[in-house]
DNA sequence: GCCCAGGTGGGTA
DNA sequence: TACCCACATGGG
């Protein structure tokens, strides 16, 4: 362990990758598809799934209610197809039998956000992750999503007990930081995890968590 | 040709 | 409860 607090951190890594600021996308909707077609897969590949399941489906309903191969097909550039259409299928007919017929997540609003984080976690492929980019990204409501370079960079600058689980970090790591900085803490250990990767260094000079930065770990 | 990417769900002990 | 593993494609 080395004590360092979420603040510390956060003020640490702002000179090197800046400021993020929240601006809740337009369409809950479009984030959870966006996010699932995202799970285990490289950004390039996600969007151009997303890009070529938008052009070739003129809406979700569309979407929710085709034949599963040609969804399938649509976002097989995205890799994991088989298992990803389906689950995008079953998430927007759940989203539309609960609003009985309607693409929208706006009603998640009025909810207790335990309560809106537990029904989308009933949707199928929505685990934690992809319920708090929901939460976080489309709504502006305070959830972390806690993806793998957040768990790893956390462990190991000694903010969450290395052997805990994913879900008991990712609940650990949300009480630990303050809900205002959800955001700015997910974006900047993201881009210092997604560094690390890039990098695959064993040792990062010009970092400001030093020898606690998690680039000093070698893979 | 190999390696990896912003998880989830099912199976097993 | 805690692991382990399959899932699949594209780019470096």
């Known amino acids: 362990m080395v004590g360092l607090k979420p603040e510390a951190i956060m003020q640490a890594l702002e000179p090197l990758y800046g400021r993020p600021e929240n601006r809740p996308s337009g369409d809950p909707v479009a984030e959870l598809v966006l996010t699932i077609l995202s799970q285990n897969t490289h950004d390039r590949n996600s969007g151009k799934a997303f890009v070529q399941l938008l052009t070739t489906f003129g809406s979700w309903a569309e979407i929710a209610m085709a034949e599963e191969a040609e969804v399938v097909e649509a976002i097989r550039g995205g890799g994991l197809a088989q298992q990803k259409g389906p689950r995008i299928q079953g998430a927007l007919c759940g989203v539309a039998q609960r609003t009985g017929g309607d693409f929208q997540l706006d009603f998640l609003r009025d909810m207790e ?16 992750k992809t319920a708090a980019c929901v939460l976080l990204f489309a709504l502006g409501l305070p959830a972390m999503p806690v993806d ?6 956390a462990k190991r600058l000694g903010l969450v007990p290395g052997k805990m689980t994913a879900e008991k970090a990712h609940a650990a790591l949300e ?28 040792a990062c000079p010009a970092c400001p968590l030093r020898r606690s930065c998690p680039a000093s770990e070698t893979r």
């Open 148 to 153: 793998t370079h957040v768990e790893r960079v």
């Open 113 to 128: 956000l335990e309560e809106a984080r537990t029904w989308l976690r009933s949707l199928p492929g929505v685990g934690p």
């Open 175 to 202: 009480a630990l930081v303050d809900p205002s900085d959800y955001y700015r803490f997910h974006m900047l250990l993201i881009k210092h995890g997604r560094r690390i990767c890039a990098a695959r260094k064993p």
